[in-house]
């Protein structure tokens, strides 16, 4: 698409958003025909109006293999703008993920607050969390009121939902697993322990490294 295809497209549809289509693109691939559960964050609440929520909101698909699949949007320019066509990055680059062992999404609502934290964090600090980092955070369980043994993320490239590229760019999907203390401490120790991590949870049969808020053993 030119430019001007690019202008007039804006002129002639209010609801052109070629950053939420690529998102929907991707996640159609994945589960076909689907109509996820979506949910919208507050208007008032957005950063376009003072507020602290950097996202437009959160779908969640299920797989048939038996998870939830959250993703994001608003990490990347989602509606017509003509500041960001022709970019090599939609936006930060990027949308997160997660991948939950549950089978009501209201038992996932907490990880909703998680991403839009980590949004926040990127948006006024500037700092994209990126696939092979590790966030800490305070030693708490991830869900706040449990006592999941999940107390840290480790970021990966999602396993499953392909990098798109529309008008502004690529945009790619990173997803967030959960891991212990334990693991976020031997990844601090040694970085290659992210990479070993990885493969001793594909070994054990969580290939899409779906975060499983039950679980009780370190792999490392």
Known sequence: MTRDEFLARLREDDEYAPGWQAIDDAFERLYPGQLPEHYGTNLHARAMFGGNEYLDGFSFYTSPKGYKHLVTYGMTVLYGDEDAFGGTRNGWGYEMTMKLAEKDVEECLWAVSTMSNLARYTY???????????????????????????????????????????????????????????????IADDHDNAGRLVELMRADGNVDLVTDMRRTASYL
């Open 124 to 186: 006024t600090t500037g700092r994209p969390t990126l696939p092979g980092a590790c966030i800490r955070g305070d030693g708490s369980p991830l869900r706040i009121g449990s006592d999941s043994l999940i107390t840290a993320l480790l970021l990966v490239d999602d396993t499953e939902a392909e990098p798109q590229t529309s008008v502004y760019g690529e945009t790619r999907f990173v997803q967030l697993v959960g891991i212990t203390a334990a693991e976020a401490q031997a």
